[in-house]
T-cell receptor, first 112, second 115 residues
């Protein structure tokens, strides 16, 4: 069965600093990969996705993620964090055309 | 595009009553809809998958008689929590996708509190 690991439960970053959220997956082939963001009490918003092709994927709000097959990773990055980025971030994978498997999420806190 | 709405956004009910939550795709036809449950500070747990016009497929451990799912049209799915109890209190989120596209679009969620 596929699984998704987000090793950091929460991360605190200073406003303006760079951000990297880690995501590792366990699956035999290359799954479809997603990053979603959830603000408190809200649903999930898709930040970006990777299906195939260029391993560096650009998303909304200045986020990007890089797929590294050798490391089974799909880390999310942003060069300069804004206070409005404070939220919970979920990495998710999908095997073929089936259901999403989510990681446990990483809570991002932004300090002034 | 790809907007999914949920109604109500929050609901409080008495123990033993039933509650219906609606999930609508506003600008696309959702051939498949998903219902998730999220506990505080935890990830999303898939409850069931529903395809338009057919019975929902429930995940292991989810009581199909308690969580009734109907996907009668390409833009509407409903989740009915029957005989709700305090332990059913949670945040319920739906998502939808169209055709053979892989991306799911999520609704804003419904917070249920059972007293």
């Amino acid at each position: 069965a596929q699984s998704v690991t987000q090793p950091d439960i929460h991360i605190t970053v200073s406003e303006g600093a760079s951000l990297e959220l880690r995501c590792n997956y366990s699956y035999g082939a290359t799954p479809y990969l997603f990053w979603y963001v959830q603000s408190p009490g809200q649903g999930l918003q898709l930040l970006l996705k990777y299906f195939s092709g260029d391993t560096l994927v650009q998303g909304i709000k200045g986020f990007e993620a890089e797929f590294k097959r050798s490391q089974s990773s799909f880390n999310l990055r942003k060069p300069s964090v804004h206070w409005s980025d404070a939220a919970e971030y979920f990495c998710a994978v999908m095997e073929g055309y089936s259901t999403l498997t989510f990681g446990k999420g990483t809570m991002l806190l932004v300090s002034p | 595009g790809a907007v999914v709405s949920q109604h109500p956004s929050w609901v409080i009910c008495k123990s033993g009553t039933s509650v219906k939550i609606e999930c609508r795709s506003l600008d696309f036809q959702a051939t498949t809809m998903f219902w998730y449950r999220q506990f505080p500070k935890q990830s999303l747990m898939l409850m069931a998958t529903s395809n338009e016009g057919s019975k929902a497929t429930y995940e292991q451990g989810v009581e199909k008689d308690k969580f009734l799912i109907n996907h009668a049209s390409l833009t509407l799915s409903t989740l009915t929590v029957t005989s709700a109890h305090p332990e059913d209190s949670s945040f319920y989120i739906c998502s939808a996708r169209t055709g053979h596209q892989e991306t799911q679009y999520f609704g804003p969620g419904t917070r249920l509190l059972v007293l």
